[in-house]
């Protein structure tokens, strides 16, 4: 069975600029998560998808990330503009019951 | 605000040593608990996790963990531990069903000394 799929690996920007991340999920899971996990922290939740609808953003930095999830399969992270705070690896999981698949991250370094 | 606090953020033992991590949330209601392992250049993976029943849980590679309710603890141990051992390992917790998002601790450094 195939993991969960990200997309770019790495990404160095500078600040300002913006970016976006891919996912693909494990095929079958309806439930998608966005973690953000800063060196030396656990992950933090930033959004989770039922199918193609938000069930939690609620701590998502609205005015700068943005996460969508269209035909309910893939999904992609955007930042828009980003900051120094926010370098930090993105780590996508999916699930179809209660336990959660993780992706290799995207590290992104923000200059 | 819901938390989890994983004691040691460093810990090195050496081959055949006994492992315990300390691991403590904070939530008022019913959770699910979880153990994550990321060996070095791999993903997040779960080690072990309790929703119900007997508090005692086992996992892979003969770790297991014992969930004491009034404590809000969760710690977990292994008799004998290996160089392959080396690892971060999370705690993590939800609420519900079980489909939640999770709540991490920082993470536990692990280095086995061979």
């Known amino acids: 069975e195939a993991g969960v799929a990200q997309s770019p690996r790495y990404k160095i920007i500078e600040k300002r600029q913006s970016v976006a991340f891919w996912c693909n999920p494990i095929?079958?899971?309806?439930?998608l998560y966005w973690y953000q996990q800063i060196l030396g922290q656990g992950p933090k939740l930033l959004i989770q998808?039922?199918?193609?609808?938000?069930?939690?953003d609620s701590q998502l930095p609205k005015d700068r990330f943005s996460a969508e999830r269209l035909k309910g399969v893939d999904s992609t992270l955007k930042i828009q503009p980003a900051k120094l705070e926010d370098s930090a690896v993105y780590l996508c999981?999916?699930?179809?019951?209660?336990?959660?698949?993780f992706g290799p991250g995207t590290r992104l370094t923000v200059l | 605000a819901q938390s989890v606090s994983q004691h040691n953020h460093h810990v090195i033992l050496s081959e055949a040593a006994s492992l315990e991590l300390g691991c403590n949330y904070s939530?008022?209601?019913?959770?699910?608990l979880f153990w994550y392992v990321q060996y070095p250049g791999q993903h997040l993976q779960l080690l072990l996790k309790?929703?119900?029943?007997?508090?005692l849980v086992k996992g892979i590679k003969g770790f297991e963990a014992e969930f004491i309710k009034s404590k809000f603890s969760f710690n977990l141990r292994k008799p004998s531990v290996q160089w392959s051992d080396t690892a971060e390992y999370f705690c993590?917790?939800?609420?519900?069903?079980?489909?939640?998002?999770?709540?991490f601790g920082k993470g536990t450094h692990l280095i086995i000394q061979p």
């Open positions: 095929s079958g899971h309806a439930t």
């Open positions: 309790y929703f119900s029943g007997d508090p």
């Open positions: 993590a917790f939800n609420s519900g069903g079980g489909a939640d998002g999770l709540t």
């Open positions: 998808f039922q199918n193609n609808g938000v069930v939690d």
């Open positions: 999981a999916s699930s179809s019951s209660s336990t959660q698949y």
């Open positions: 939530y008022g209601g019913t959770v699910n």
